[in-house]
């Protein structure tokens, strides 16, 4: 079914559901039924979709934080960079805490990781590399984001309270995480809140540096292999006296 309708909107950037539903030759309830979004089907039949609007504005709201911090996120010039009205961005975020939260949500991927941290057992080895890769995602903006919750957020700037939160509840997941590791003999006994801060501090310092370390040319280590460095040099300083060799 996807390869006919592939064929038949090709050259057509945007069908409409009832065009993919009779072209298909089932009801609209059944394409919903099986794909669960009009953008999914889209994906599934190799058509470049664009991005949603409510995308575009947390691009906007994303480049501005990168740009000014989160004192200059301003929802009225993310709805001129997005092309949304400011009805629209009002509707979809209604106020500024709203849209840096969906920000940091966005562009500071962690739900994998703290998702393993809660749910389930699985290794310090696996876990805290997830967690360093869900920070420490490549880009100028995302950098720019890590930034702001680093410099901004921890000092209760306007709009950062539901983030704040967040981070403060994100932190006692992985502290948890941590202490219930040492518990069982995985990773050696300290402070778990130290623990997390001797983690966390070298891999966000060096994310936050990283655009002057590129410019300079201070390290030939691409980045996912440093966050992998990173994790091993933890990963080895955390380990049980009897495991160290």
């Known amino acids: 079914m996807l390869a006919r309708l592939a064929v038949a909107f090709a050259g057509d950037p945007s069908p409409s ?20 979004s009009r953008r999914a089907i889209l994906e599934a039949m190799g058509v470049e979709v664009p991005p949603s609007v409510a995308d575009r504005i947390l691009a906007a709201g994303a480049e501005l934080v990168a740009e000014r911090g989160l004192g200059g996120l301003s929802l009225d010039e993310v709805a001129s960079r997005s092309g949304a009205s400011r009805a629209t961005v009002y509707r979809l975020f209604p106020g500024k805490a709203a849209l840096f939260r969906a920000v ?31 920070l420490t995602q490549a880009g100028s903006v995302r950098i720019g984001v890590l930034r702001s ?6 000092r209760g700037e306007d709009g950062a309270e539901a983030v704040l939160e967040e981070t403060i509840r994100n932190i006692g997941v992985i502290t948890r995480y ?3 590791q040492m518990a069982a003999g995985r990773l050696r006994r300290m402070d778990p809140m130290l623990a997390m801060q001797t983690f966390l501090a070298p891999v966000m310092l060096h994310m936050v540096s990283r655009p002057l370390v590129d410019e300079y040319g201070l390290t030939a280590t691409p980045l996912d292999e440093a966050v992998e460095e990173f994790t091993a040099a933890w990963l080895r300083a955390m380990a049980p006296p009897r495991r160290r060799r």
Not at 18 to 28: C, M, P
């Open 104 to 134: 940091v949500l966005a562009y500071l991927p962690v739900d994998e990781a703290l998702a393993m941290m809660e749910n389930t057992d699985r290794s310090p080895t696996e876990v805290m590399g997830a967690l360093a890769r869900g």
């Open 149 to 154: 919750v680093l410099f901004e957020v921890v």
């Open 178 to 180: 941590l202490e219930r």
């Open 17 to 36: 559901m009832d065009e993919i539903a009779a072209a298909a030759g089932v009801s609209r309830a059944a394409l919903y039924g099986l794909f669960g």
